[in-house]
């Protein structure tokens, strides 16, 4: 099994920056997916970002140039978050997609960690 544990969550005023960090305890494998999803109140839940092994990233629109996605230590990732806006807000949830023998495929979600951006 595989479980994805979320920090880095906090209330910050508009323009202002925060960091997200993801650490997966568990083998996923070499050639893993990972992603970072957001779920505002009484919105559906959105893909915010992503990262292959091989680096290669993505962004929803509404974040590019904002947002940066990277691999950190070992299995840990972050999302380097500037100029936040209110509608940033959300529980943000990472997810990994295992390559590992035994959970080959399966999608691992962790339990999300809160950015609130009010003034």
């Known amino acids: 099994q595989v479980k994805l544990v979320e920090s880095g969550g906090g209330r910050v005023q508009p323009g202002g920056s925060l960091r997200l960090s993801c650490v997966a305890h568990?083998?996923?494998?070499?050639?893993?997916?990972m992603y970072w999803f957001r779920q505002a109140p009484g919105k559906e839940r959105e893909m915010v970002a992503t990262?292959?092994?091989?680096?290669?990233t993505t962004y929803a629109d509404s974040v590019k140039g904002r947002f940066t996605i990277s691999r950190g230590n070992g299995n840990s990732w972050n999302l380097q978050m500037n100029d936040l806006k209110e509608e940033d807000s959300g529980v943000y949830l990472c997810?990994?997609?295992?390559?590992?023998?035994?959970?080959?495929?399966?999608?691992?979600w962790g339990s999300g960690t809160q950015v609130t951006v009010s003034s």
């Open positions: 568990g083998d996923i494998g070499s050639y893993w997916h």
């Open positions: 997810n990994v997609e295992s390559r590992a023998i035994g959970t080959y495929g399966r999608n691992f």
């Open positions: 990262i292959g092994s091989g680096y290669t």
